[in-house]
């Protein structure tokens, strides 16, 4: 079944046609096709895309993102814990609003959406208060599009010795990192964007003896870390509850598709192509995007919306949609924007026709 539109939105996001039938068949969670032969390879390979040294592991999460956020927050901390986050977007102040609902002590350094966070000020934060065990930060904003510079904040973090959290959900798979080298511990990310799987579940790479610190720490019992880990190291791939095992079957074949592009690097490329193009073309257009070129990822790409006043996003939305491109709304909170996302199984071409169908959608500017 071919799909009608191309969704450039940052997840769900449009897969392949292979990756959708991987779903059409049923599995059965206490077998070793399952568990060893789909769940244990996504789990080994998804270290390997992290990092080239030992000693880190996965565990797989159901839910969306957003649970393994929660797991990780909720299960990383203990009792006498404190957390930093750096916040410039949406899902920092996700981050801290799992903190403030899991009655965990939280300090926030918010830069506000559209700037950098500023290291002076963090490395203040940190020297002046001793009792903050964990820093939490997001890679890509996908508020914005912003790509946070995570490497000087994470030397920071563990130059005073703290447990580092990195979200890099919208861009694990689609931008070359090593956690181990950037000194992360726990890395959380989801099946549904860079990777190019369909939603239903996270997962978490985390350095393995920090893993190990969190038994028994766990504000939730689905959510719990460590147990879910243990599990899965325990039984071979066995989830603790009902899997996801349609979006795990199609995930394993995304991650074989992400191996026939040429790798992460490869995919970075491609997005970035994707991106460059869509800037250009925009521009051309006369549309600005709302960040500066050198603050960007190749993720998504925000920009500002038109000041006609006959311009509205529903009716632009639905002109593009029946073109066959679903775009995003804004989430900038003070400045009109919508937003494009370039990750998911597009490509440079497709860009390009979209670039038309805006030209074509741009109703307010027809005498
Ligand atoms: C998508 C995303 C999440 C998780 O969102 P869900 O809707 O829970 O899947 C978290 N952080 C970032 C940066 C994201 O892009």
């Known amino acids: 079944m071919k799909n009608e539109y191309l969704l450039l939105t940052?997840?769900?996001?449009?897969?392949?046609?292979?990756?959708?039938?991987?779903?059409?068949?049923?599995?059965?969670?206490?077998?070793?096709?399952?568990?060893?032969?789909?769940?244990?390879?996504?789990?080994?390979?998804?270290?390997?895309?992290?990092?080239?040294?030992?000693?880190?592991?996965?565990?797989?999460?159901?839910?969306?993102?957003?649970?393994?956020v929660e797991s990780t927050i909720g299960s990383a901390i203990s009792k006498d814990g404190k957390l930093?986050?750096?916040?410039?977007?949406?899902?920092?102040?996700?981050?801290?609003?799992?903190?403030?609902?899991?009655?965990?002590?939280?300090?926030?350094?918010?830069?506000?959406?559209?700037?950098?966070?500023?290291?002076?000020?963090?490395?203040t934060v940190l020297a002046s208060d001793p009792t903050i065990t964990h820093v939490a930060i997001v890679h890509c904003e996908t508020t914005t599009g912003m790509l946070n510079p995570i490497e000087a904040f994470a030397s920071l973090a563990k130059a005073h010795g703290k447990i580092m959290i990195l979200d890099a959900m919208s861009s694990f798979g689609g931008i070359p990192i090593d956690i181990a080298e950037l000194g992360i511990d726990f890395m959380i990310s989801s099946a549904n964007k860079c990777i190019q799987g369909v939603p239903g579940f996270g997962f978490v790479i985390a350095k393995q003896s920090e893993l190990e610190t969190c038994k028994g720490q766990a504000r939730s019992l689905s959510l719990d870390l460590y147990d879910q880990w243990n599990c899965m190291e325990v039984n071979h791939g066995k989830w603790r509850f009902t899997s996801p095992t349609h979006t795990v079957r199609a995930f394993y074949q995304a991650l074989a598709e992400l191996e026939q592009e040429g790798g992460v690097e490869a995919r970075h490329l491609r997005y970035q192509t994707n991106q460059k193009t869509l800037v250009a073309?925009?521009?051309?257009?006369?549309?600005?995007?709302?960040?500066n070129d050198e603050l960007h990822s190749p993720i998504i790409t925000s920009f500002y919306s038109p000041t006609d006043n006959d311009y509205q996003f529903k009716e632009f939305y639905m002109r593009l949609k029946k073109q066959g491109f679903v775009i995003y709304p804004g989430k900038v909170s003070n400045a009109d924007c919508f937003r494009i996302g370039n990750i998911g199984d597009v490509y440079p071409a497709d860009i390009q026709r979209l670039i038309g169908a805006i030209e074509k959608a741009m109703y307010w500017k027809v005498a």
């Open 10 to 68: 940052p997840g769900p996001l449009s897969t392949s046609e292979t990756v959708r039938e991987a779903m059409l068949k049923d599995w059965c969670t206490w077998d070793d096709d399952y568990n060893k032969e789909i769940v244990e390879v996504i789990r080994t390979k998804l270290v390997k895309l992290a990092t080239q040294q030992d000693g880190y592991t996965s565990v797989l999460m159901q839910g969306s993102g957003t649970a393994s």
């Open 84 to 123: 930093l986050v750096i916040d410039n977007g949406a899902y920092g102040a996700r981050i801290t609003q799992i903190a403030e609902y899991l009655n965990i002590p939280c300090h926030v350094v918010s830069p506000g959406e559209t700037s950098q966070p500023n290291l002076n000020e963090v490395e």
């Open 281 to 291: 073309g925009m521009r051309s257009l006369g549309f600005e995007p709302l960040l």
